[in-house]
Nanobody
Framework: QVQLVESGGGLVQAGGSLRLSCAAS????????MGWFRQAPGKEREFVGAISQSGSSTYYVNSVKGRFTISRDNVKNTVYLQMNSLKPEDTAVYYC????????????????WGQGTQVTVSS
């Protein structure tokens, strides 16, 4: 089992950057593929991107490709979401999630979730 805690959200102007962190408890962090999701008010939770257990593979939704980067540090038990060139439509609560096995692209594929961190991008 793993517990996840996100941090790093906040208010930023359009074009700015934020880096979200997701710290995991437990000694088996490197066994989990990690995903980032977001949920805007009135909308369904949306896949943003994911990273494999070793960090060698990453995947992104088209709307964030070239702007967002996911990385992980298996020594620090932390996964990161670097967000650049932020847009107002990126405003949402961002969640990290963990899954055993292959990367999955839907919320139902993840077993463990953090509490979320708010990202607000002003125009």
């Amino acid at each position: 089992q793993v517990q996840l805690v996100e941090s790093g959200g906040g208010l930023v102007q359009a074009g700015g950057s934020l880096r979200l962190s997701c710290a995991a408890s437990g000694r088996t962090f490197s066994s989990y593929a990690m995903g980032w999701f977001r949920q805007a008010p009135g909308k369904e939770r949306e896949f943003v991107g994911a990273i494999s257990q070793s960090g060698s593979s990453t995947y992104y939704v088209n709307s964030v490709k070239g702007r967002f980067t996911i990385s992980r540090d298996n020594v620090k038990n932390t996964v990161y979401l670097q967000m650049n060139s932020l847009k107002p439509e990126d405003t949402a609560v961002y969640y990290c999630a963990a899954t055993i096995g292959i990367i999955r692209y839907t919320p139902s594929g993840y077993n463990y979730w953090g509490q979320g961190t708010q990202v607000t991008v002003s125009s």
